[in-house]
């Protein structure tokens, strides 16, 4: 694969010729609407032939909701070793509680690709939030532990999960230890019926760095506590938050750095967005919210709005500006630039591989890229 950056004057079929390489490809590769026109600045993959770079065998993963759509989902599972399945809460009496919609097809359609299907667990209360409360319950008390444990491995078992993910968030720092000895009792509960189990970890660069999202999560013990961990390095640029890059690389590269002085590097794995964001400008902390928007959405409102598209050389992401309906709009997002450098520290720290934030939108750039890169593993977790 070779990433081109279009130029002014660029068409698919000018890029075509030079390289001697079939339109239809780079259409095909890089998702590209009809009439197929393209942003200057934008990043296309080109499947050249050349052969890739020394490959290493890797673990990927994605979380996707049960509402994806199936065409989306079969295109990706063969790029993926785990489908994380977002997402099972639970009550303060522990009993658990499944998605709103019938999660089986998925299951199912995983083990088609033989990718292992993945239940993630989540604090959510009624109001659909992290609920730090709820978490407070379920480590502190024992007997509704126990209860709740049964019914994670009914769940499991009668479902076809193959290993359970453990995604808390705000946990309160009272409850560090407790956490951690309940991630511990789920690791040996659903080893015992032979299958692993992980956590998410929210991005620290330091062991007592403050802030809710910190406090209750210790990367030491965690990490010996599950069998891996993902690190959610992403949302530095977030809905209410400036404009700056979802995941800039060397913020990413702190955490990493940081995440190694206290987990083997074969127990992590890299968290990786999947989307972007378009800020109307000026931002005003506490009034302004960011949309979400896909990767190749991105590039649509460039093409749309007459944008160029710009590289950032720090946080190695694109992003870049446009006016609508007199207001001035700015857009960070991945494309496979931004991805290759991600993929760059997955090897570089012979990390155990990258999960994705989240799957919902195809990327097929992406996933070509990531094949390119890696070899994935099938029928390990």
Do not use: C
């Amino acid at each position: 694969m070779t990433i081109y950056t279009v130029k002014p004057g660029d068409t698919v079929d000018r890029i075509a010729d030079a390289y001697g390489i079939a339109a239809d490809t780079i259409i095909y590769n890089n998702q590209l609407s009809y009439p197929y026109r393209l942003a200057v600045g934008q990043a296309l993959l080109l499947s050249t032939g050349a052969s890739g770079p020394d490959r290493r065998t890797v673990i990927t993963g994605g979380y996707a909701y049960p509402f994806i759509r199936r065409f989306t989902l079969t295109e990706t599972l063969p790029y993926l070793t785990n489908l994380f399945v977002f997402s099972y809460g639970f009550t303060t009496s522990g009993e658990l509680v499944p998605p709103a919609l019938d999660d089986e097809w998925m299951i199912a359609l995983a083990k088609e690709n033989h990718t292992a299907p993945i239940l993630t667990l989540t604090p959510f209360g009624p109001d659909g939030m992290f609920n730090n409360n709820l978490i407070a319950v379920l480590v502190n008390d024992m007997d509704i532990q126990q209860i709740f444990l049964a019914n994670l491995v009914q769940a499991v078992e009668e479902k076809g999960y193959e290993g359970v993910d453990i995604d808390f968030e705000y946990i309160l720092a009272e409850d560090r230890i407790p956490f951690t000895e309940f991630v511990a009792n789920v690791r040996t509960a659903i080893n015992g019926i032979g299958y692993p189990v992980s956590v998410a970890l929210a991005p620290k660069t330091s062991d007592d760095q403050p802030g809710l999202l910190y406090g209750g999560k210790d990367y030491g013990l965690l990490g010996e506590a599950a069998d891996s961990v993902l690190l959610m390095t992403y949302e530095w640029g977030y809905t209410y938050g400036p404009p700056m890059a979802v995941a800039p690389i060397h913020k990413v590269r702190e955490v990493v750095d940081y995440a190694l002085t206290r987990i083997p590097a074969e127990k992590i794995s890299l968290g990786i967005p999947n989307y972007g964001y378009d800020w109307t400008l000026p931002y005003e902390r506490g009034t302004s919210m960011a949309r979400t928007i896909s990767n190749t959405e991105a590039i649509e409102i460039a093409i749309a709005n007459n944008a160029v598209i710009q590289f950032d050389q720090t946080s190695m992401s694109p992003y870049f500006r446009y006016e609508r309906d007199g207001h001035t709009h700015e857009v960070w997002f991945e494309d496979v630039r931004s991805l290759k450098e991600k993929f760059g520290l997955i090897q570089e720290y012979r990390l155990r591989g990258g999960t994705y934030w989240q799957i919902m939108n195809l990327f097929r750039a992406n996933w070509l890229l990531l094949a390119d890169t890696f070899y994935i593993s099938k029928g390990l977790s």
